[in-house]
């Protein structure tokens, strides 16, 4: 394990089996909680039980938030799961958001929808290993057996007795007794808190706009940052002169950065990015943007380039094109390879003799444009670089994957690395990217000053990690009876392909071939919410309903009998799904839409989906306004095991069904010769409330299973879900997005 | 640059800065005043909106010059300790998921309910579509402002 800052250093570590937790011991006075945002910083007379729990004599309780927060409510679950453990009053607790320390938390990852999935059993061993050291700090000052011994509501009772003693009159003992190798966790019958829906910790602030974001950060003698990039993908920087940019009002110093050194190895999450940029810096936001304007900068083609990244120790080369790159010339490349041999990635039985003896082919295709995360916070990040540490505010979701990015690029050693981790303005993939990271860093350490860097949503719409470009191929051969003998997908994109070889429907055909194929291009792509299944699902969620259509069943019921089918005989191998949760989900949907009865005057369509490994069912009803659907009722169905926050975990599906809604109607990002054409909101098209949906019905299927993923499962189904209903209410399939293309040729 | 004194939230604060300078960065750079979101500086997206003489505005399409002297109120002021109905009910409905657009949301929620305190479905769609929510929390903001319509009423 290694040191992250010399404050650290007073820490006595000790790892322990599944929590891998920091031990106890008593926050020195020496600790100066400087540019500490929000929280007042840690007072001496904190103990602290574990790396999560922090207790004061006065059983002021205290509990850490490891992973960064961007709207999907860990800052409250999270600390539910160890609060559980520990026996405490969750009213009474504090919750605080921990700084960059992955070594104390173990984990600090925020994407993939795992944070409570991958924090269910090591944070409530957290909370249960306080609990019991806190029981035996009792059992030793009474000199009674630790299992006559009760742990509730921050105190330790003996009821033969009626002793009572609190938390934080044992804390300080309780720091100083060895930890327990085993920590006993609560049964499932005995949760009282998960399953709770309690409110949003930050509830308070967020409605009385305290400073919470990196945007808002703020300190004396802070300079502001902003850059020039290329105005377009395929162009860098050839030249510039900052003279009058210079003599502008307020304005400290224009000059140029390269982002990345020459030669470093990208590794994971560190995306390509326009690498040399001109940077103006001054005393305002104000004064910066517009001396930026006097900036005169010419601009050059790139050459085509190859580089080696390191995805998480596979090395792989990356090619990237010269040249300017446009939205239609896009579509006839991806339509033109469509034709062309691709790569298999998965063959079942015989598929080309099944479509040679097949008596009517269906096929259908599909294609999704780039899209932009449009964060409602654009990209911000304050860095502070002096000798002694480099020092950073950074909304950022995987802090951790920054630390050799941050040492090789800004030449800071990774002990002297010390990051706020400030609540994000939404994230939904960006901001695991933090390049903006260096690049405020390489400001500062270029200035010795404080410096929050800003990007204007220009800025932020422009220079993005988009999701890429994608189409696919569904083809289904029947028989005289229409029954499916085989079933043929090949998909392709810009850069990346989008096919799941192993998803449904894989595994309910005897013939079945999945092929894909990547053109490269030299606009940065990245994660944007449920990564590829948002364009696969919406794809083959509308086929299958317009293969149920054309073999006369009813589109549940055609699911479920596959699902059956696929698992009374799998066909192949690596089948990523569970037959029985999705059919469960399914089942449940059928019930709670009410699914046969749908309401006078509304047309109803069906999709569903599993991915990062949650089951997700939607039904939505539309009726036709003006030339766009109305979207009278959503109901969602989810299985995604033990609910920790019903209520939020609703928040979080409803939000979810919205976004989906909105970037399947409207959303795509154009490109022209290498310029994004839409550039701000007032040209980019976002869903509005008079768009969303009257209501969404959410219900989870009650289960014990340890939790999934929720964050992204429900987003990939509403697209088709949307489709299918829209097709009822217009007689006309949707297969490429956005459908307000679709909609306006109609009219 | 000029000098000229701005009355927000019933203070008066004297600046001196370009009077083209939009209010929203005066209010974030000069005053301090963060809660006032930046999300496009185009007026597309409304978490900038503040009140101006009790009317929603959006502070980024507002040179300061033209605020100056005019009652402004931000989501600082809205309320002395985040108690407004609208603040009470956004908590009591749990609306935030980032919470980034919502001071926004809130300020032209407040001043919807002033214009009319019994507000239809399509009277709230219509006047709350200048302010967009990325993580998509519309059904929410729809139901704490019907809950803040029935309380202001009691």
Redesign the interface.
Known sequence: MEKQTSRRSFLKVSSISGGGMLLGFSWLASLKPSEVMGAAGTAPEWVELTGFIKIMADNQIKILSPNPEFGQNVMTSLPMLIAEELEVDWKKIQVEMGDYDTPRFKSQFTGGSQSIRSAWMPLRKAGATARMMLLQAAANLWHLPVAELTASNGSVMHKATNKTITYGQLAEAAAKLPVPANPVLKKASELNLVGQSQKNVEGAKIVAGKSLFTMDYQVDGMLVAMAIRPPAFGMQLKSYDATEAKKMPGIKDVFDIEVYKKGYERAGFDTRTFNHLIVVVGNSTWEVLNARKKVVAQWESIVETKETVNNFGRKKEETIPAGLESSDKHMQQMLALQGQKAKVLRKDGDPEAAFAAAKKVIEKTYSAPFLPHNTMEPISCFAHITDEKAFFVAPIQIPDMMKQNIVANLDVPADKIEMKLARMGGGFGRRAYGHYIIEAGLISKKMKAPVKLIYTREDDMTNGVYRPAYIVTYKAALDANNNITAIHIKGGGIPEHAVHENRFPAGAFDNYLAEGWELPSNITIGAFRAPRSNFIASAEQSFLDELAQTIGKDPIDFRIELLKKAKASPVGKNNDYNADRYIGVLELLKEKSKWTATPKGKHRGVAAYFCHNSYVAHVVDVSMKNGLPQIDNVVSVLDCGIVVNPDAAKNMVEGAVIDGIGNCLFGGLKFDKGVVLQQNLNQYRMIRMREAPKKIDVHFVQNSIDPTGLGEPPFPPIFAALANAMYKATGKRFYHQPFINELNKKA | ?AKMNLKVNHKTYTVD??PA??LL?VL???L??????????????G?CTIHLNGNAMKSCQLPVSAAAAQEIT???GLSEH?DHPV?KA??DI??????????GQ?MAAAALLKQKPNPT?AD???Y???????????????EAIKTAAKTSKK
């Not at chain 2, 301090?32 to 997206?45: E, I, N, R, S």
């Not at chain 2, 749990?94 to 001071?103: I, L, S």
């Not at chain 2, 967009?132 to 929390?137: D, E, L, P, Y």
Request: aromatic share 8%; glycine share 12%; proline share 2%.
């Open positions: 640059m800065v370009d300078t939009p960065w974030r750079d000069h301090h005043l963060v809660g006032t979101k930046f999300g496009c500086a185009v007026g597309a997206c978490a931000t989501i600082e985040g603040q956004w908590l749990d609306v935030a998921q980032c919470g980034y657009c919502q001071t809130i479905d709230i769609d219509n709350m579509s200048g302010n967009i929510c990325r993580c998509g929390t519309y059904i929410r903001i729809r």
